[in-house]
Each structure stands twice: as structure tokens, then as C-alpha cells.
């Protein structure tokens, strides 16, 4: 089905209302250093009356991802407290020809620990101390999308195979123009800088659930780059 999203004509300088979280199935290309490497597929489903479930997974077909079989799938099992998004399991599968490795995390939220296990360090599978409004990685996609504002910086706490890190975003005061494809739109660009000299930027349109680009960068060289190709609801 072809892309829902249209260009916005509007300029984003006003305050936007928080777009509800709804399910949805993304297509992506995958670029790896301006070259297309395979495809994605982001989405969000309901699995019942209080857990929903986030995934991604990446699909090298072309190139070097395709020969070397490179595959990667990621999911986050959670519940919604208000408006937090509240991990409650998650898992990360990454393929290649000759080799599997697989994590498998949990959040328990009475003892207020996370724990991973599977194929990753000792030093990561030590249970990790959790509060109020921590995140995956793939569930701060989602709250960029949510909370992003024209001005706004966003705080968030990555809490994610084994990991602990302060994620901080900051949205561009005005809206810029992006083409992807055959499509051309108005959207907000929302800036995380790393250390070590690591940058994402995520596209954010108005009324579209997922991202309609995630670009990562390192030393101010493109990596791996998505570049939505269309969604629907699911």
C-alpha cells in the first residue's frame, strides 16, 4: 500500500497536541554510507486490553548486508502507565551467515531491576536498577514521536541490554522540508548527539506514528540511514 503521509504545508511553530499511541506496520529502505543495503520493518501492535508490543527488524538484501546475511530483529514488550511507555520485556536477535546471538531482557517493575541474558557480556547481565520512565531504545523512538515540539529538548533513560544511559534530544525550532522518494513533506528534525562523536537524527511528521527518517552518523560521515517507504495502520 502506498505511503498515508502527505506534505505538511503548515509551519510547525506552534505547540502540537501529543499524537495518541496507535498501531501501525512501517516499510523502510536501509542505507548504509548513501548505498541501499535491504529493507525494514517497524511496527506496533496490541497483543491485549493492557500490553502492546514495538518491533524492528532490519533485512540486509543487496550488497554487502546481503551476502554476509545480516539480519537484525528487536522487540519491546510494554504497557502504558498514563502516558509512560513502560518496558516490560525485551529481546534482540542479530543473524549472520555462520552465527546467532540473541538477548533476552526483563523488567520487573515491583523490584525494580531489569535483567538480560543470552549472548552478551558478563558485566551486562548483572541486574540493573530501574525507576519511573525508563526506556528500550525502540520505545524512545516512539516517545520522540510523541513529545517532539518545535524548541522542546527531550530527556529520556535508555535502560536496554544491559545498559544504562541519559538520552537527550533536542527538537529545531522551525520545520524543515525533506523529500524521501518520490514525496516531499514538512517536518520536525529532532537531534541526539553521543559521545565519541555519534549523532541520530530522527524526521518527525505530524500525524504519522513512526519516524519517516532515522539517520545515524559517526565523525560526520552518514552510517546507517531509514528512510520510510510507507506505512498503514495495523
Known amino acids: 500500500m502506498p505511503a498515508a503521509f502527505l506534505a505538511s504545508g503548515l509551519a510547525l511553530a506552534c505547540s502540537l497536541p501529543a499524537q495518541a499511541l ?13 548505498k541501499e543495503m535491504g529493507d525494514a520493518t517497524m511496527q ?22 546481503g551476502l554476509a546475511g545480516v539480519n537484525g530483529e528487536q522487540s519491546t514488550v510494554f504497557d502504558l502507565v ?19 546471538r540473541q538477548t533476552i531482557g526483563v523488567y520487573d517493575w515491583r523490584a525494580l ?29 516512539l516517545a520522540v514521536i510523541r513529545d517532539a515540539q518545535p524548541g522542546k529538548t527531550l530527556q529520556y533513560r535508555f535502560v ?6 541519559p538520552h537527550q534530544y533536542v527538537v529545531a525550532t ?38 519517516v527518517r532515522i539517520l545515524q552518523r559517526e565523525n560526520g560521515q552518514d552510517t546507517y540511514d531509514l528512510r520510510l517507504v510507507e506505512y498503514k495502520g495495523a
Do not use: C
Request: aromatic share 8%; no cysteine.
Open 22 to 34: 496507535e498501531p501501525f506496520i512501517a516499510h523502510y529502505q536501509v542505507f548504509n554510507g548513501g
Open 44 to 65: 506496533v501492535v496490541r497483543n491485549d486490553a493492557r500490553r502492546w508490543r514495538v518491533d524492528l527488524g532490519i533485512h540486509g538484501t543487496t550488497g554487502l548486508m
Open 82 to 100: 498514563g502516558d509512560t511507555y513502560r518496558p516490560l520485556s525485551q529481546g534482540t536477535v542479530k543473524k549472520a551467515v555462520f552465527t546467532k
Open 113 to 141: 531491576t531489569a535483567r538480560w541474558q543470552g549472548d552478551i557480556k558478563e558485566s551486562r547481565q548483572k541486574p540493573v536498577p530501574i525507576q519511573s520512565g525508563d526506556m528500550s531504545g525502540l520505545l524512545i523512538n
Open 160 to 165: 536496554d541490554n544491559g545498559r544504562v544511559r
Open 174 to 211: 522551525e520545520s524543515e522540508g525533506v523529500k524521501i522518494g518520490d514525496m516531499s513533506f514538512s517536518a520536525m528534525r529532532v537531534n541526539r548527539v553521543q559521545s565519541g562523536n555519534e549523532e541520530t537524527v530522527i524526521w518527525v511528521v505530524e500525524g504519522v506514528p513512526t519516524p
